[in-house]
């Protein structure tokens, strides 16, 4: 492209042009969509199963989730190394996913700090709570803990995958992210088992199918576009 | 009256530039040669007459042990790129009502 003086025409077809070549750089090749999607589906599916099944593992399934970051740093600085514009839904997206990311671990913290914390808030009123089983008259203390923590999970799941869905225009992810809110709703009526099943479907709908075909899309882009 | 057309936009390459870099948040001085296909020389003379000008950051860093240039728009660089869009739009519906009439 030279450096010549343009024509108004000119100049309204070169700025159009521009802006369309700008909003065809894309960039999102899935793998970290397909990543957390398959492990965290993998971790709710296994959680499902163990309770399903009555399987005895000897650790807690959500712990595999911890794995996938190492995984997930090698994408990002992959991906770093490899993009050369950076869009302003890129730096908006980016920004909902690393609060995301905090809300999860502040939620994770929420759930292991809240029962033992409200029993000392309620010994500081001078309460005890007691547990009775039906049709016995014995009563004993009873350990407090956050209910259907799981549904809170997936309450959080549809928030980011919806906002991406929307933002960058992404059916699969606003479908995701819809059907999110319905587990969630479901999950308020079902049990830890059926939380984790529906929380394992969550992550397969809303991360691994959504990036397996942002994948698909990325190559296609990258076969039409050299 | 016509509003006259900025002349540091009014040129094609750098006018190229400010458009593709107004759609992002930043880019690499390799995607705008690239998305240009202008020489690097003469890219990196354009670029620093719209910096002369204040009407975009450029940053040079490292990266993995390379040289990495990235350019940005500033606001007033936004401004200034309205205003010749706006201007650019007064001439075109003149003409258009010149050749309705």
């Known amino acids: ?226 | 009256m016509f509003k006259d057309l900025d002349p540091i936009l009014h040129s094609q390459l750098r006018l190229a530039v400010v458009s593709l870099l107004i759609s992002v948040e930043e880019a690499e001085f390799t995607y705008l040669r690239d998305k240009t296909n202008a020489t690097a020389g003469n890219l990196s003379v354009q670029l620093n007459k719209l910096k002369d000008a204040g009407y975009i950051d450029i940053k040079k860093q490292f990266k993995d042990n390379y040289p990495q240039t990235l350019c940005k728009m500033t606001a007033a660089g936004i401004d200034a790129f309205e205003q010749y869009v706006k201007a650019l739009q007064s001439y075109l519906q003149a003409g258009q009502n010149g050749t309705d009439s």
């Not at chain 1, 199963?49 to 989730?65: E, N, Q, R, Y």
């Open chain 1, 1 to 226: 492209m030279a450096d010549k003086t343009l024509s108004e025409q000119e100049s309204l077809a070169l700025i159009t042009n521009m802006i369309q070549k700008a909003r065809n750089s894309f960039n999102e090749n899935g793998n970290g969509a397909m990543l957390w999607g398959a492990v965290v589906g993998l971790c709710g599916l296994l959680s499902a199963a163990k309770g399903f099944l009555k399987i005895d593992l000897p650790f807690d399934p959500w712990l595999l989730t911890l794995l996938a970051f190492i995984p997930q740093f090698i994408i990002t600085y992959k991906e770093g190394k490899s993009n050369m514009v950076r869009s302003h839904s890129d730096k908006a997206i980016d920004a909902v996913w690393m609060v995301y990311g905090i809300s999860v671990f502040a939620l994770v913290a929420y759930f292991n700090i809240i029962g033992p914390q409200s029993e000392r808030l309620l010994q500081d009123y001078g309460y005890e709570v007691f547990r009775k089983e039906i049709g016995t008259d014995g009563y004993e203390p009873m350990r407090l803990f956050p209910l259907s923590p799981i549904s809170l999970l997936i309450l959080l799941f549809a928030i980011p995958t919806l906002i991406t869905g929307i933002t960058r225009s992404f059916r699969p992810m606003i479908v995701g992210g819809i059907l999110c809110y319905l587990f969630f709703v479901i999950s308020l009526f079902t049990n830890t088992n059926y939380d984790n099943l529906l929380a394992g479907i969550s992550a397969i709908i809303n991360w691994l199918i959504p990036g397996l075909i942002m994948r698909k899309k990325y190559k296609e882009h990258r076969r039409t576009h050299v």
